[in-house]
């Protein structure tokens, strides 16, 4: 700017500002809007029932947007949320380049965004939410129920406003785009993450008389149970904090050796059916994880197919060696390998060749080149693969609850002290504690090993476009170990889909469709088609919100991924542990902690669907997160730099450029969002609703009434959609172009 003439320099200043004064007055206008049109509180039957538009609503106490409050004499605490209208409405007319305009955007943003919240969390349905509060100010006759869509409009202006002062201040260098996502991402993290799990914390503190402790809380994570070395010194069992480390290790080095090889398998060899083996390396992740342990115990259990084979074989008696660690071990193996899988898909297709091709023209053998070049560069993806495994292992509790027998672990220690009879909700708190601190251990162990070496591989310039494909030393093993754990994979699933066609498991084998008729009957009558059977409720109300949740979860998780790797901003560490927070907690954590939370104002989303698709996408975040970052690092910033150069901003830089190389990140992300929304089970247990049931309810329900015909045929119709949708996903995405094609050439 200071190299610019002094009449071209007042030409660019009062161009930018123009660009913000406009941007500022639309986002007034959406605020203004909101406060005028929109219910300012939660509506009981739904938003988009749309049963409120009733007559005179703008004066209906339930019903009226927030100025139709304040002209009524209603709810006059919401007054001052309209001094950011008042205060940002200034500063369009003050001074351009002057830093008074600044600071009333910083103002006026900040005003709003702290009495919204303020007011929000100090007034509830019953009065004043603190009792300090209602001995300083007296009772308060009034009440507020949830926010609503009115005040949802008027949060994201207020937040964007603020954003447009804190560019101003040069922070992230005057990049609106960045610092607005930068803001709105750590505002939505601290409201659905930090919020929920801090309130549930708390409870760690509390003792029998309803008051904080320290003391209570010490002597809970000191508690044996936790952290016994038994096992190890030979004086009983260890503890069940030991236990879920222990596992945990062994799944996260399984999982991403064998996430490692399908990788290679699909893309450095010339193996047939590579397509087949890689809708078969991700099938188990689409299969509700007790379906798999079922599957498993009927193979392996005391009475299983190959357990009573042996032992007809070699005459030795029935075993219940499944139970306990082997079986946990080897359900998560096959549950969590497709996540290791698709997080290191993405990286082995990003590799450019031109390296490769370097190190074979330097006369370097080709396993030379594969440990020397190629393994290093894939250290990011086979980084947060383990990183992955490792989490999901250590807070999944559906396969060590069916398959544990005395092999005791945090997730069912923490499921059991919800929902079992002694419902100790500060154990069950201590012990997530325990579990995030083994979270956040492996956490930066991953970031000391990946350290700040350079992955980048893709930079632009051309290269042949030929990937090197495996050394015979290497090929044959892995297309040994790929194809055995394939052939293991296609047993578990035959096993499920006879499961669903049998009439009665272990007492009548004859085939029959009679589960399915059951669940999924329709008829033709005058009014239509009629949705007779018992699962299609379930069915519909599942199917919606995970098509919902999965692109949101994907569009979140990968402007994080953005963010993180592109642009450095205070506390950056913290956001980036804070946005894994969610995926290190059991789901059986965050539903609880989100019915705490988010059943009495200012947000109240509990028995709706909302809790629900807001539960997946930050659950599920993490993965497009981590697969997302990945992928990035081999990104060189030169591309960034250039679009910059060539007068692009931040926004049509990420669209346009970034977002076309992470096709395979992006991929992942949908489908790993998509599935695990249709086959959630923890969290959905809790946040279900008569009107918003979801197929695993639906199935745990048959389940425990020994309804396993229905159940399994219900599990293998999710599966079957299931891959039908992520067949849709791959094609709608595509593949990342990263060099050079070689195309076929005709005549």
Not at 69 to 96: Q, R, T, Y
Not at 271 to 293: C, E, H, N, Q, Y
């Amino acid at each position: 700017m200071a190299l610019l003439k002094q009449g071209e320099r007042s030409s660019v200043i009062k161009s930018l500002t123009t660009k913000t004064n406009a941007t500022v007055s639309l986002w007034l206008a959406v605020g203004f809007l909101g406060c005028l049109l929109l219910p300012w509180y939660g509506i009981e039957d739904g938003f988009f029932s749309f049963e409120w538009m009733v007559s005179d609503y703008l004066f209906d106490s339930d019903y009226a947007p927030l100025f139709w409050h304040l002209f009524m004499g209603e709810k006059l605490w919401l007054a001052p949320l309209i001094m950011p209208f008042i205060i940002s409405g200034l500063a369009l007319f003050a001074p351009n380049d002057s830093k008074l305009k600044t600071y009333l955007f910083l103002i006026g943003g900040g005003v709003g965004l702290f009495w919204l919240f303020a007011q929000g969390l100090s007034i509830g349905i019953r009065g004043w939410q603190f009792a300090w509060m209602n001995e300083l100010f007296g009772p308060l006759s009034d009440r507020q129920f949830g926010m609503g869509y009115g005040a949802i409009f008027y949060y994201l202006s207020i937040l964007f406003i603020f954003s447009v002062g804190v560019a101003e201040r040069r922070g992230a260098y005057g990049d609106k785009f960045v610092i607005s996502m930068i803001i709105f991402v750590v505002l939505l993290v601290a409201i659905f993450i930090f919020y929920p799990i801090c309130k549930l914390f708390l409870l760690g503190f509390i003792n029998e008389e309803n008051s904080y402790s320290f003391y209570i809380f010490i002597e809970k994570f000191t508690d044996k149970r936790i952290w016994s070395l038994g096992c190890i010194i030979g004086a009983g069992r260890c503890g069940v904090a030991l236990n879920s480390l222990f596992m945990a290790v062994i799944v996260g080095a399984l999982t991403t050796g064998l996430g490692l090889v399908f990788a290679l398998l699909v893309t450095r060899t010339n193996l047939k059916f590579r397509r087949v083996i890689r809708a078969m390396s991700v099938l188990p992740i689409i299969t509700p994880p007790f379906v798999i342990g079922l599957a498993i115990i009927l193979l392996f259990g005391l009475s299983g197919i190959v357990t009573t084979f042996f032992a007809d074989l070699f005459g030795v008696a029935p075993s219940r060696w499944i139970y306990g660690l082997p079986g946990i071990v080897l359900a998560q193996t096959l549950a969590y390998t497709p996540i290791a899988f698709l997080v290191l898909i993405g990286v082995v297709e990003s590799i450019s060749p031109s390296l490769e091709e370097a190190g074979q023209t330097l006369r370097a053998k080709p396993l030379q080149v594969f440990e020397t070049i190629s393994l290093p560069l894939m250290r990011p993806g086979i980084a947060n693969a383990f990183l992955l495994g490792f989490i999901e292992s250590m807070v999944d509790f559906g396969n060590p609850l069916v398959l544990g027998g005395n092999y005791d672990v945090l997730s069912t220690e923490i499921f059991f002290a919800i929902v079992g009879a002694q419902y100790d909700q500060g154990k069950a708190a201590v012990l997530a504690i325990v579990l995030l601190s083994f979270t956040l251990v492996a956490f930066y162990i991953q970031r000391f090993w990946l350290g700040k070496k350079s992955y980048t591989t893709i930079t632009g310039k051309g290269d042949a476009g030929l990937p090197m494909r495996l050394p015979n030393m290497l090929s044959v093993p892995i297309i040994v170990t790929g194809l055995a754990w394939g052939a293991f994979t296609v047993i578990i699933y035959s096993i499920i889909v006879y499961g669903s066609f049998v009439n009665s498991w272990g007492l009548d084998y004859s085939l029959t469709f009679k589960h399915y008729l059951t669940a999924f009957s329709f008829n033709f009558g005058e009014d239509g088609v009629q949705w007779t059977g018992s699962a299609w409720n379930s069915f519909w109300t599942t199917l919606t919100i995970a098509l919902i949740a999965a692109p949101l979860t994907a569009a979140m998780g990968l402007i994080i991924a953005y963010l993180l790797s592109r642009h450095n901003f205070a506390a950056k560490n913290v956001f980036e542990f804070g946005t894994m927070l969610s995926f290190a907690i059991p789901g059986t954590v965050i539903g609880v902690s989100y019915i705490l939370a988010f059943n009495v104002p200012p947000i109240e989303i509990t028995g709706t669907g909302i809790i629900l698709i807001v539960s997946f996408i930050f659950r599920n975040m993490p993965v497009g997160l981590r697969s997302g970052v990945a992928a990035m690092s081999q990104l060189d910033k030169s591309l960034d730099e250039s679009s910059l150069t060539l007068g692009a901003n931040s926004f049509q830089t990420f669209t346009r450029i970034i977002l076309p190389l992470l096709r395979p990140a992006i991929l992942a992300a949908l489908v790993f969002s998509f599935v695990r929304s249709m086959t959630a089970i923890s969290a959905v247990i809790f946040l279900v609703s008569a009107e918003y049931d979801m197929a695993t309810s639906y199935i745990i329900g048959r389940v425990e009434n020994n309804d396993y015909g229905l159940a399994i045929a219900y599990s293998t119709t999710l599966i079957v959609l299931m891959l039908i949708i992520i067949v849709i996903m791959q094609i709608a995405v595509g593949k990342a172009v990263t060099h050079r094609q070689a195309e076929k050439t005709t005549s």
